[in-house]
C-alpha cells in the first residue's frame, strides 16, 4: 500500500465518521422538528410574535444578527458537548434531556438567520463559510453511508407502517 492510499482511506475513515454524525444530527433533529417544533407553531398567538421578529430582526444590523448568532451556535454547541460528557458518564436520561434543549438555541437561530440571511450573505467571510457549509452536507448526504442508512430507514419504516396496519384491522 503507498503513501496515496493510505491517505485516502484516512480520508474516507473521517468522512465516514463526518457521515455517521451528521445522521444521528439530522435524524434527531426531524425528530425533535417533528414533535416539538411543529407543535409549538400551530398556536395563532405565535405567528403573530413570529411576524412581529421577523419585521425587527430584519430592521437590525447584520452585525448585531450575526453576534447573536454566533453566541448561540457556542451555546448550543457546549450543550451538545455537556449532553455527550454526561453520556460518557452512563447518565442516559440527562443526556437525552439535554440534548434535546440543545436544539432550542438551534431553532431561534434557524428563525433569526433565515429572517437576515440575505444581509448576512453581503458579508464575505460569512457568505465563503455558508456556501463551503452547504456543498459540505451536500457531499455528505450522497456519501455511500448515508445513502444506505437513509435506504434502511426508509425500508424500516415502510415495514412497520405495514404491521401498523395490519394491527389496526
Not at 3 to 28: G, S
Not at 129 to 148: A, G, S
Amino acid at each position: 500500500m503507498n503513501l496515496n492510499q493510505i491517505k485516502f482511506k484516512i480520508f474516507r475513515f473521517f468522512i465516514n465518521i463526518t457521515a455517521i454524525i451528521y445522521l444521528v444530527f439530522d435524524e434527531t433533529f426531524v425528530f425533535v422538528y417533528n414533535n416539538i417544533a411543529k407543535s409549538l407553531a400551530k398556536f395563532p398567538s405565535l405567528e403573530m410574535i413570529k411576524e412581529y421578529w421577523r419585521i425587527k430582526i430584519s430592521e437590525m444590523n447584520k452585525h448585531v444578527v450575526l453576534v447573536f448568532l454566533l453566541s448561540h451556535l457556542v451555546v448550543s454547541e457546549l450543550l451538545g458537548i455537556l449532553s455527550f460528557m454526561l453520556l460518557a458518564k452512563g447518565l442516559i436520561i440527562p443526556f437525552v434531556t439535554l440534548y434535546i434543549f440543545k436544539f432550542f438555541p438551534f431553532f431561534l437561530m434557524k428563525f433569526v438567520f433565515n429572517c437576515a440571511k440575505e444581509e448576512l450573505l453581503t458579508i464575505g467571510w460569512f457568505n465563503y463559510c455558508y456556501t463551503k457549509t452547504v456543498q459540505f452536507t451536500d457531499y455528505l448526504k450522497e456519501t455511500e453511508i448515508v445513502v444506505k442508512v437513509k435506504e434502511y430507514k426508509d425500508s424500516v419504516l415502510k415495514n412497520v407502517s405495514k404491521i401498523k396496519d395490519l394491527i389496526k384491522f
